[in-house]
């Protein structure tokens, strides 16, 4: 299993160019997530999917759009990339919900992938 | 809104010796802690939770302590290794995956 995969692994824009982020898993895994991470700050969620078709915001959506046209991929659109845009993003995914794998007594793990540093001059 | 905060930016330890990261919460009401583990380049990787109705849970050479009191969690890892370098920070998960907040991280440092 390559598990978490995200492409591309950089990407340097200009303002007003748009481009598309795919995060791919092979682990079947029904819930994906997209978040940022700037210095000194923690991971912020941008949007995030309960299953195949479905999307839903989350912390700082504005600027992103995403969708989930086969489960096991996420795609995050920037459709005017902004400077402030520029970050590393992190796609990650569950098994199940918030609610799932209670029958260990585990927080679901969530798997991360590599990450893409994009920058927006 | 909720925050989550780490006690020091750096740690620095020497190799064999035990290693103490503190993280600071504030919502009572957080049903999971988090601490994951982020190499250079890499992406953050699970290394132990806790739910909110424990006060401690022990993994490999890895422990976490949560005191609810005072909303503090603490990850303890034990014969610290170089290979534990990284930028170490606690999530605190409150309703759900949508109400994960994230550390800003304490990068820990292995002195050979």
């Known amino acids: 299993n390559a598990g978490v995969t995200q492409t591309p692994k950089f990407r340097v824009l200009k303002t007003g160019q748009s481009m598309t982020l795919l995060c791919a898993q092979d682990?079947?895994?029904?819930?994906m997530y997209w978040y940022r991470q700037d210095p000194g700050m923690g991971l912020r969620l941008i949007h995030y999917s309960v299953g195949e078709g479905t999307t839903a915001k989350g912390e700082v959506p504005d600027g992103y759009n995403v969708s989930r046209l086969k489960k096991q991929n996420f795609l995050l659109g920037l459709e005017s990339a902004a400077p402030s845009q520029t970050s590393v993003y992190f796609c990650?995914?569950?098994?199940?919900?918030?609610?799932?794998?209670?029958?260990?007594?585990?927080?679901?793990?969530?798997?991360f992938g590599p990450g893409t540093r994009l920058t927006v001059l | 809104g909720e925050s989550v905060g780490l006690h020091l930016p750096t740690l620095s330890v020497q190799e064999g010796d035990n290693s103490i990261i503190n993280c600071a919460y504030s919502n009572s009401a957080s049903d999971y802690f988090i601490w994951y583990k982020q190499e250079s380049g890499k992406g953050p990787q699970f290394i132990i939770d806790?739910?909110?109705?424990?006060d401690k849970r022990q993994g490999q050479r890895v422990t976490v302590l949560l005191n609810k009191t005072v909303k503090h969690l603490s990850l303890q890892i034990a014969a610290t290794q170089p290979g534990d370098s990284a930028v170490y920070f606690c999530a605190a998960v409150s309703g759900g995956y949508q109400k994960v907040t994230f550390g800003t991280g304490t990068k820990l440092q292995v002195i050979p």
């Open positions: 682990m079947n895994h029904e819930y």
């Open positions: 990650a995914s569950t098994p199940l919900g918030p609610s799932g794998g209670a029958s260990s007594g585990s927080y679901n793990e969530q798997f």
């Open positions: 806790i739910r909110s109705n424990m």
